[in-house]
């Protein structure tokens, strides 16, 4: 179904801007489903599980730090973003602050999407072993060519369109499971009480106390810093690219609305299955094979609380969330690429850009290049990763992810900061960490966070009191002109497509909801029938009322 999505998208490309930002026509469900898909991944269910199975609540942390900053696209964020009028990020850092800076993030953004793309195919080649026993060097390729294939031919229609469709499946079975957990408890009652029974309170508890793990992991303190560099990350700019693709910022802030929803909806639901299997299963976790065999426990309860039939859907569940935030990746970098680091590399040979088609045709080359690197980086920390990629994945984001959004998010506010400011930031955000790698027991989590977000931002501030030319204050002038500039649909994007992508996203959801449905002649008790019927109608029914107001747009 999948890779129908590319064929069906590929002549909604006419040019770069309909592959990269689907020439800002997307309606705000569609983007919204998408910027919600893009956030979320198999290590959601493997990574971020583990940490439920071992320590109960207080992964929230994370995802509490998700919705304060879904609050601030709400309001304002979401609305300037699309305003930006850009392709990429590193396009807006060059409106404010100069080619110098676009290029230094742009090569940087690169690295960091390729690098955490790979680890997002990793945690899905965990889940996909676990309930299969497949080996991961087989499905990394296969799920990383399935991404590649419809992200090259449908560009950003495919994968809004790819995302939507992934989110309906994924959001239905990760749902039905966790009721289906509860109702083996007897309830959200029942499962607390099974909490307290085991003596798992203080386990589970949200807040640890100092000392209770051995990297003083899940304390007030790291909590904190959870929150905090969450929360910087999804405020900086590097963010913007959630909304290039919607139509004007009333529809941004209405993605922003339906993005922020469904984080609460999935917060409150993804973490009571490892929760529960840690009550359930400890055994069969621990028996995993898994490096880390805590981060199993998603799929371990899976196996054992769904429906013969409905196991296949889980895993395609976990397909979907990890292929919704490397399709994101992908065409994200190539975007990048050809909109950035390309027109840079012609002007210094002081040679004209191609014109759009070959710019388009090198789009789809750059995507399966990219695609590739993403597959071999995955398969490499397959073969090497010890640590767990929870914490792979939380060190990267303190490392390079925190100095890199910090002033990605001042910028937006502070008109007063020279061309270097944003560079000027980085490097002293980026020198607590260096200090911390060369002397690991000089600083904890929390103290490094601090320092951090210290030096970022008091390297930020500082450049503040430096001279800046009438010329580069005009620019800034523009730019925060720009981003409050309420976008005219009609005067500068033109003919919308609404009835059209409503009967695309229809289409699918109809004939996946009719797939499920047949999972009913599968031998099943009466309870697992009507679970697999719950899922085809959900399914279905969105697909049928989608029709009908595709036929009414008309």
């Given amino acids: 179904m999948i890779l129908a999505v590319g064929p069906a998208c590929k002549k909604l490309n006419t040019d770069t801007s309909d592959f990269f930002r689907s020439g800002s026509r997307g309606t705000w469900w569609i983007v919204g489903m998408s910027s919600f898909m893009s956030g979320i991944s198999a290590l959601t269910f493997t990574g971020n599980g583990g940490a439920a199975y071992m320590a109960g609540w207080s992964v929230l942390a994370i995802y509490f730090g998700s919705i304060a900053a879904y609050v601030f696209h709400v309001f304002f964020l979401g609305r300037m973003f699309r305003q930006l009028r850009v392709t990429t990020f590193p396009e807006a850092l060059r409106s404010r602050f100069g080619p110098v800076t676009e290029q230094v993030f742009a090569v940087i953004g690169v690295f960091l999407s390729v690098l955490t793309a790979g680890l997002w195919l990793l945690g899905l080649s965990i889940f996909a072993a676990t309930c299969f026993s497949v080996p991961l060097m087989l499905t990394i390729p296969a799920l990383g060519l399935t991404v590649l294939f419809y992200s090259t031919l449908g560009g950003r229609w495919a994968v809004l369109s790819a995302d939507f469709i992934q989110g309906l499946v994924m959001f239905t079975m990760t749902i039905l499971l966790t009721v289906l957990c509860l109702i083996h408890f007897g309830g959200i009652g029942g499962f607390f009480s099974e909490i307290k029974a085991q003596g798992l309170s203080d386990a589970f508890a949200f807040i640890k106390p100092d000392g209770s793990d051995l990297n003083n992991d899940y304390t007030l303190e790291w909590l904190v810093s959870i929150f905090f560099i969450q929360f910087i990350g999804m405020t900086s700019m590097m963010q913007s690219t959630r909304y290039f693709s919607v139509k004007e910022g009333r529809s941004a802030t209405k993605a922003a609305i339906l993005t922020g929803v469904l984080t609460v909806i999935g917060t409150m639901l993804w973490f009571i299955p490892p929760m529960s299997a840690r009550m359930l299963f400890p055994e069969e976790v621990m028996a995993s094979g898994m490096p880390k065999p805590e981060e199993a426990a998603f799929a371990v309860i899976a196996l054992k609380m769904l429906p013969t039939g409905l ?6 569940a976990m397909f979907a969330a990890t292929m919704s935030s490397v399709d994101s990746g992908l065409n994200g970098n190539v975007a990048i690429l050809i909109r950035n680091i390309v027109p840079f590399i012609f002007g210094l040979l002081k040679r004209p850009l191609p014109p759009e088609d070959v710019l388009l045709r090198w789009s789809r080359v750059m995507t399966v290049v990219f ?7 995955a398969c490499y920390l397959a073969m090497g990763n010890e640590a767990g990629i929870f ?20 910028c937006l506010f502070i008109r007063r900061a020279p061309s270097w400011a944003c560079l000027f930031s980085v490097a ?9 790698y060369a002397n690991p027991g000089l600083m904890s989590f929390g103290e490094r966070t601090l320092s951090v977000f210290v030096a970022g931002a008091g390297a930020f501030f500082l450049s503040m009191f430096f001279p800046q030319t009438a010329f580069y204050r005009q620019r800034v002038d523009d730019f925060f002109a720009l981003m409050h500039k309420p976008v005219d649909f009609e005067k500068e994007v033109g003919q919308a497509n609404d009835s059209l992508q409503l009967m695309i996203m229809s289409r699918f959801a109809l004939v996946i909801g009719l797939l499920v449905a047949l999972l009913l002649f599968i031998p099943n008790p009466l309870g697992g029938r009507v679970s697999i019927l719950a899922v085809s109608l959900v399914i279905g029914g969105l697909g049928i009322a989608f029709h009908f107001r595709a036929k009414s747009a008309r």
Avoid: Q
């Fill in 311 to 316: 196991i296949g859907m889980m895993v395609v």
């Fill in 371 to 377: 695609g590739f690197l993403i597959i071999g980086i």
């Fill in 391 to 410: 914490r792979f994945a939380i060190g990267l984001a303190a490392t390079i992810g925190m100095p890199m959004s910090i002033p990605m998010t001042l």
């Fill in 428 to 436: 002293m955000g980026v020198v607590p960490s260096l200090i911390y």
